[in-house]
């Protein structure tokens, strides 16, 4: 397991598998709520925690024959930790991704499952739940583009960039002030420059093009997006 002790707090020392275990926390009255999508996620919240439990997940057609098992091939490879260790490493330059608290995974021969905990962004939605809310303005979409700028700068290459896993600060559907914060960091990597950082802007713009049909009217056009890489490119 890894973990950040000072995250850990005053928890029981022998809780340490028990952290990633949902019946753990719902009966100490901490289980919020549980998110949708294809992973596996859990609300943990007291007045000592914010945290989300992630238990990982396989998409496509090889999720028909093992919808949380992994092929083993050493503890580097675990998903788990090489995402604890890309957030560690992230946060810890200031960065605007969720602070790691603790991984593991659980091995069973030639497979392994695994799970996450990270510090939630309390009073923040995704850009995709912030647009069905309501319009953002130009100063929202250029720190968007800023945000993403400073974490492709830093070297991260997200695997799945997307409308959904942007984070906005509530305030800024009120002023577009909104802090933004960048999640779901699974199978991301450290990397030089390079031809990657367009395909992350592309993914995104075919992310925030799928959902526009479903939003209402105004809430996402192509002037939008020439704000988002005005803030980008600054």
């Given amino acids: 397991m890894l973990a950040d002790p000072d995250c850990l707090g005053n928890l029981p020392r022998n809780a340490a598998q028990s952290l990633f275990d949902p019946q753990f926390w719902r009966a100490r009255g901490e289980l919020l709520a549980v998110t949708g999508g294809r992973g596996s996620a859990w609300f943990i919240e007291s007045d000592a925690r914010h945290w ?48 790691p608290v603790a991984a593991r995974y659980q091995r069973a021969g030639l497979w392994y499952r695994c799970d996450l905990i990270t510090q939630r962004i309390v009073d923040a939605r995704p850009l995709s739940a912030a647009l069905a809310a309501g ?68 993914r995104l713009r075919r992310s925030l093009a799928k959902i526009s049909p479903e939003l209402p009217p105004g809430r996402y056009a192509e002037g939008n997006w020439r704000w988002l890489m005005a803030g980008y490119e600054a």
């Fill in 52 to 99: 989300v439990l992630r238990h990982y997940r396989r998409g496509g057609f090889i999720a028909r024959l093992s919808p949380d098992g992994y092929v083993w091939a050493g503890e580097d490879r675990v998903r788990a930790f090489a995402e604890w260790r890309l957030l560690d490493a992230l946060a810890g330059r200031g960065l605007a991704v969720p602070k």
């Fill in 135 to 202: 319009a953002l303005p130009e100063s929202q979409w250029r720190a968007v583009g800023a945000a993403i700028a400073r974490l492709h700068r830093a070297g991260l290459d997200h695997a799945d960039l997307n409308a959904h896993n942007i984070l906005i600060e509530d305030r800024g559907l009120i002023d577009g002030k909104g802090a933004v914060s960048v999640i779901d960091l699974d199978r991301g990597r450290l990397r030089a420059p390079g031809a990657w950082t367009l395909r992350n802007l592309r």
